[in-house]
Antibody, heavy 121, light 108 residues
Framework: EVQLVESGGGLVQPGGSLRLSCAASGFTFSSYWMSWVRQAPGKGLEWVAN????????YYVDSVKGRFTISRDNAKNSLYLQMNSLRAEDTAVYYCARGRQGVIIGYFDYWGQGTLVTVSS | SYELTQPPSVSVSPGQTARITCSGDALPKKYAYWYQQKSGQAPVLVIYEDSKRPSGIPERFSGSSSGTMATLTISGAQVEDEADYYCYSTDSSGNHSKFGGGTKLTVL
């Protein structure tokens, strides 16, 4: 059974940093694109970042470029999101999602339950 | 930047057909996908590659795409289909993902 379990969310002050983790199980992690998607309270889904199977390609939404870094450790079956210079508008539930096995991200077929990040003083 | 546009809300009575549209300039070349999200839950894929239905999704859910418009159709909508629905696709490079703004479906 495919499982994605996020952790690392919490309350952080504006300008602060946070690192999210996603533990994957039930599939060959190193064969899939992985992504982070967020959802601000009462708002819609927003794609944040994609990372290729071997970590050689990373793509970000414009609003987080230069502040967030997606990474992965295939030996540990784990996905990460390092978030720096956090702003109030980054407050959201952050979901880890599995992409496809091919050369492009495709779509997301499995999602975690999300971890809440709150940026507030 | 690339945009996918959905109506904010759609309302139907139980048993009626609900149609939710999604427009985007890259849709003639890129597949559309549809996610259902119920309150407090993670999204669930209900249509992939424009018109394919994942296993476990009821047959009343169908999808189509023509030109710059993709459509999710729920034939004979049920009360349990009340949810937010999001279309999803990628930009022309295939590297940047994008969700539509979401459509709140009310069935009552």
């Amino acid at each position: 059974e495919v499982q994605l379990v996020e952790s690392g969310g919490g309350l952080v002050q504006p300008g602060g940093s946070l690192r999210l983790s996603c533990a994957a199980s039930g599939f060959t992690f190193s064969s899939y694109w992985m992504s982070w998607v967020r959802q601000a309270p009462g708002k819609g889904l927003e794609w944040v970042a994609n990372i290729k199977q071997d970590g050689s390609e990373k793509y970000y939404v414009d609003s987080v470029k230069g502040r967030f870094t997606i990474s992965r450790d295939n030996a540990k079956n784990s996905l990460y999101l390092q978030m720096n210079s956090l702003r109030a508008e980054d407050t959201a539930v952050y979901y880890c999602a599995r992409g496809r096995q091919g050369v492009i991200i495709g779509y997301f077929d499995y999602w975690g339950q999300g971890t809440l990040v709150t940026v507030s003083s | 930047s690339y945009e996918l546009t959905q109506p904010p809300s759609v309302s139907v009575s139980p048993g009626q057909t609900a149609r939710i549209t999604c427009s985007g300039d890259a849709l003639p070349k890129k597949y559309a996908y549809w996610y259902q999200q119920k309150s407090g839950q993670a999204p669930v894929l209900v249509i992939y590659e424009d018109s394919k239905r994942p296993s476990g999704i009821p047959e009343r859910f169908s999808g189509s795409s023509s030109g710059t418009m993709a459509t999710l159709t729920i034939s004979g909508a049920q009360v349990e289909d009340e949810a937010d629905y999001y279309c999803y696709s990628t930009d022309s490079s295939g590297n940047h993902s994008k969700f539509g703004g979401g459509t709140k479906l009310t069935v009552l």
